[in-house]
């Protein structure tokens, strides 16, 4: 680094990685978004990539997403897995042309070097039944681990995407212990203090162990059964007012999407019902799809107009 | 004159599975195309080139220019084309505008409707360009893909997104849109060992431009080999064989454009976990080989094809190591904790996963296999203590956790456990080879315990899932049957057991009654079976007709169809067999349209000497026949028949069937009933007639 350049973050800090991937996309145009404030299974879910990626206006956005996966959890004692971890978001819609290269200038951010690590894209076709959505891309390999997926969207909601949406979905813990070189998610640093360091298990170790109780043991099964359906109704609800609220609909998706994964966790809900609640789940958010598309219409979907204005000027 | 061109699609990376499909297709394609359009100087045939980046194909001898063609184009004829004043009529006049020319210009020629008006001119030939730039967005779009996507904001769909287009012509770009994109000469090389455009100058250089300066090997078959060679000289180093599948070696030389392999080392402690598990891992997760020690056990390493020459390889190395301790770990702990618990514990958990809605639970199922299990070790008398026992813990590894992740596991894991747990090895290998054969060309259950158990795990799924009525229809085979069934028939037939079909789904179909009140339709899958035996038969080069003679028979026995199936084929390498089955055809005609009843043949009705001569030839083959037909010798029991040729020809020639002496004639529609019969003992031979 030469004594002008701008000051770098410690990419070998937890926090300085994000701020890192933060910097270098929003350099290439993506607003710096924050999490969405409720439960979600994936970044795919926050707003910015599901309602965004429905109809003509362009968006370009970054953000961490916490991912919640009751299943996943492990009370804390397996170094790898997490009932609640983060992904960095980025979407970029219409996808550009570059986009690979664009990827992979991040990977040089984080001071990754093409011709020393071994980076490939290898096919992965992402699928979300309970969203209706699907699309084609890779998990980008790091020396053989997965640090991404990478999805060009093809449909959200049932709907066409049109322009495509592209999303890259980076695993962050993961590419943190590779930076750090530690075994242990827990060990990760998250930042150094004058105090010290603190580790991603001073922040997170406690909630693991204490979710990952209530996930299996103690979540209530009948209360969360009574709020999925209470979601349901209230969503249906709201999409047949006069004027539809999809954004207020959409959250009681999520809610019931994330009371669905505590149902599993619990073993609440047979193979053969499985289905059912994720096409429950889907006729939802599809029409929720539906209502947010026609929302935009009738707004006479400002971003585009916005874009094409300043394009011409 | 005539030159090389080179068509390249740069892409982002492709699907493994398309990367050679597309390239072949393209290459086929493209050079029938230019065939076609008579721009092939000779018929040469393409390379075609691929990686995950790029789909190309160089075609020799390709003529820069289509010839120029004289082409006629008739018109009215030339009575109704000029009016009694000799004017021409609307219709001529009509004919030379859409000709473009005036009525004067045109020609006469005749043909067989007459004389007509016709127009000759000449087609000017197309250039390669043109015609490229007519033909080739059309060729690409007929590409077989599984899955077309769309990208930014266009409306061309591909397999992934299109990057760039070469087109190069001798040593001339050619210009051609399609999928958006323009062409040009530039190719591109490796993503990071060549990152600027690479030019083409020469489409011949097209392979070489790309490994010496693109760093980039283009030929997908160059790939696997070097894959091949570079994996066995890092196993040699390492003092081990490498597995080396070819569908394996071929995804890693489609997931990569410059391969370098480089090994790895796992902990040794993962080695107490079954190699099937570690092998699956490294090859399904991992796109690793695996290595085995000369005493066939797995060595603690792997070997990976990465896609650069890195600056520090040992980054790579450790990189990969990083990302196979956790998947081991996971593994191990399955197994540690599964290793923990007595298989046979899992029996009563059983109850709780359903096989089949109707057809009950998993324990339901091991009920019924312990049941099938003493009826088919009855049959061919296996020791019915350790069959019963396989039975019982024959789907218990479905509950272990190891199974739950890794789910081709099934049977193997099974088999480790119990073995562990010091079962006899007769017992644990039907543990495994209750699934025996998984796929085609593989091996049968080879000890009688796992036969017994492959025989009544097949049994109980064809019979259980014709009862409920939901036998496969067109594509559609979601519990398997047609590999249950080949898979029943091959294990009855190559390891020669003595079971009939019909005995077994009887007792099948009597097992089902504890969980169906009507198990009656269970006998669906006899017919289900048997037919399968016609593409088993076929499959090996045997004639179809050979199995429909046999068919005929309602042989329900596959060891017994089998020995039929051979003495046929053999018995037609008789110079006799085919005259005795043409006579035999005719026979069976005479019966069919006479409508007689059966009956028996009185000697003293015999008029004629060939008559006499058929009679008494029957009668002594009939001994014969019945001779061999008890020791089940049907080759010598047809072979016997052969001796009836000479006489039932000579019959044919002399006798006439249909006389008005209605006693006579029925003496020999009896007589040729008989012979019938006799032909039809082993197969019917009338069927071998064509």
């Not at chain 2, 059309?138 to 997104?161: Q, Y």
């Not at chain 2, 090996?540 to 084929?569: E, L, Y």
């Amino acid at each position: 680094m030469t004594a002008d350049a701008p000051a770098r973050q410690d990419i070998r800090t937890f926090q300085g990685m994000i701020a890192t991937l933060q910097d270098y996309w929003s350099k290439q145009g993506c607003i710096v978004q924050q999490p969405y404030d409720m439960e979600v299974g994936a970044g795919t879910f926050h707003t910015s990539t599901f309602l965004r990626a429905i109809g003509p206006e362009p968006w370009h956005a970054c953000h961490t997403q916490a991912s919640r996966r009751p299943t996943d959890g492990r009370y804390g004692e397996n170094p790898n897995r997490l009932q609640h971890y983060y992904q960095f978001q980025v979407v970029m819609k219409p996808s550009p042309p570059d986009m690979q290269a664009l990827f992979l200038g991040s990977l040089a951010a984080l001071d990754f070097d093409p011709l020393e690590h071994d980076v490939r894209f290898v096919e992965d076709n992402w699928e979300s039944p309970t969203l209706g959505a699907w699309g084609l891309g890779w998990e980008v390999w790091l020396n053989g681990m997965e640090v991404t997926q990478y999805t060009y969207f093809q449909q959200c909601g049932g709907l066409e995407c049109k322009p495509v949406l592209g999303e890259l979905a980076y695993g962050i813990e993961r590419l943190a212990m590779y930076i750090q070189n530690v075994e242990s998610v827990y060990d990760l640093v998250w930042a150094h203090t004058p105090n010290g360091p603190i580790t991603y298990g001073d922040v997170f170790h406690q909630n693991e162990v204490e979710q990952s109780a209530y996930n299996f043991e103690h979540a209530d099964v009948d209360e969360l059964f009574h709020h999925f359906d209470a979601c349901e109704k209230a969503c249906q609800t709201l999409l047949e007012l006069d004027t539809p609220l999809p954004l207020p609909a959409y959250e009681h998706v999520l809610s019931a999407s994330h009371a669905f994964n505590l149902l599993d966790a619990r073993h609440a809900i047979s193979v053969t019902e499985r289905q059912r609640y994720i096409l429950r789940v889907r006729t939802l958010a599809r029409g929720v799809a539906e209502a947010y598309a026609a929302s935009r219409e009738r707004l006479g979907h400002p971003l585009l107009r916005r874009h094409r204005t300043e394009a011409s000027s | 004159m005539s030159k090389t061109l080179i068509v390249e699609l740069g892409c982002e990376e492709l699907p493994a599975g398309s990367v050679k499909p597309m390239s072949t297709a393209l290459a086929s394609t493209l050079s029938a195309a230019l065939q076609s359009a008579k721009l092939l100087a000779v018929d040469t045939a393409p390379t075609a080139y691929a990686t995950p980046r790029r789909i190309a194909v160089s075609v020799p001898a390709v003529a820069a220019q289509q010839a120029d063609q004289t082409q006629t184009r008739t018109g009215p004829a030339v009575s109704a084309a000029f009016g009694e004043d000799g004017a021409p009529t609307p219709a001529a006049l009509g004919f030379a505008r859409s000709c473009g020319v005036d009525i004067e210009a045109l020609d006469r020629v005749t043909d067989k409707g007459g004389e007509r008006l016709a127009h000759t001119f000449t087609q000017h030939g197309q250039s390669l360009e043109d015609w490229l730039k007519d033909a080739l967005p059309g060729l690409i779009d007929n590409l077989p893909m599984p899955k077309r996507m769309r990208w930014a904001d266009g409306d061309a769909a591909f397999l992934r997104p299109v990057q760039w287009l070469c087109v190069v012509y001798g040593d001339t770009p050619l210009r051609v849109d399609a999928l958006g994109l323009s062409s040009d000469e530039h190719s591109r090389g490796h993503r990071f060992h060549a990152p600027a455009a690479l030019a083409i100058s020469q489409a011949d250089a097209y392979a070489d431009t790309l490994r010496e300066q693109g760093h980039v090997e283009p030929e997908f078959d160059c790939r696997c080999d070097d894959i091949r060679t570079q994996v066995q000289a890092l196993a040699d180093e390492l003092g081990g064989t490498p597995v080396l599948p070819d569908a394996l070696v071929e995804e890693c030389a489609a997931l990569v454009e410059k391969p370098v392999a480089i090994a790895g080392r796992f902990d040794d402690a993962f080695l107490s976990v079954p190699k099937e598990v570690l092998i699956q891992t490294m090859q399904d997760d991992q796109r690793y080989f695996a290595l085995l020690d000369s005493r066939g056990e797995l060595m603690p390493a792997f070997i990976t094809i990465s896609n650069i020459a890195s600056r520090n390889p040992e980054t790579v190395r450790q990189g990969n190591e990083r990302v196979i301790r956790p998947r081991l770990a996971d593994a191990k702990f399955f197994w540690d904790q599964d290793s923990q618990t007595p298989l046979g514990s899992h029996v009563s958990s059983l109850k709780s996963v359903v096989f089949q809605k109707q057809l009950g639970t998993l324990h339901d199922k091991t009920e019924r296999l312990v049941r099938l299990s003493r009826f088919v070790s009855g049959e061919i008398e296996a020791d019915q203590v350790l069959t019963e026992r396989a039975a019982r813990l024959s789907k218990c590894d479905l509950m272990t956790q190891t199974v739950y992740e890794f789910p081709a596991m099934q049977g193997i894991a099974g088999r480790y456990l119990i073995h562990n747990e010091g079962e006899s090895a007769a017992v644990a290998d039907a543990l495994e080879q209750q699934y025996h054969p998984k796929q085609a060309g593989d091996e049968t259950a080879d000890g009688i315990i796992a036969q017994v158990l492959a025989i009544a795990d097949k049994a109980d799924t064809l019979a259980g899932i014709f009862a409920i009525g939901q036998k496969p229809t067109g594509a559609k085979d979601p519990f398997g049957l047609r590999r249950a069934a080949l898979g029943l028939l091959r294990t009855l037939i190559e390891r020669r057991i003595e079971l009939d079909l019909a005995e077994l789904f009887a007792a099948a179909a009597d097992g089902l009654r504890a969980q169906l009140d009507d198990s009656t339709r269970a006998m669906d899958a006899l017919p289900y079976t048997l037919e399968r035996l016609r593409s088993y038969y076929t499959d090996q080069g045997i004639d179809s007709v050979i199995v429909d003679a046999v068919m005929a028979c309602n042989i329900t026995k596959p060891i017994d169809f089998d020995r039929r199936v051979h003495a046929v084929a053999s018995f037609l390498t008789l110079p006799e067999s085919d005259a005795l089955a043409a006579a035999n055809k005719r026979c069976r005609n005479i019966l069919k349209k006479s409508n007689s009843q059966p009956s028996d043949v009185d000697p003293s009705l015999f008029t004629e000497a060939a008559e006499q001569a058929l009679g008494d030839a029957i009668e002594s083959t009939r001994g014969q026949v019945d001779a061999h037909l008890a020791s089940s010798d049907y080759n010598s029991a047809l072979q016997s028949l052969a001796a009836l040729r000479e006489p039932v020809d000579s019959f044919f020639d002399h006798v006439m069937v249909n006389t008005d002496d209605d006693t006579v004639r029925a003496n020999r529609l009896a007589l040729l009933a008989q012979l019938s019969t006799l032909c039809s003992e082993v197969a019917d031979l009338s069927e071998l007639s064509r």
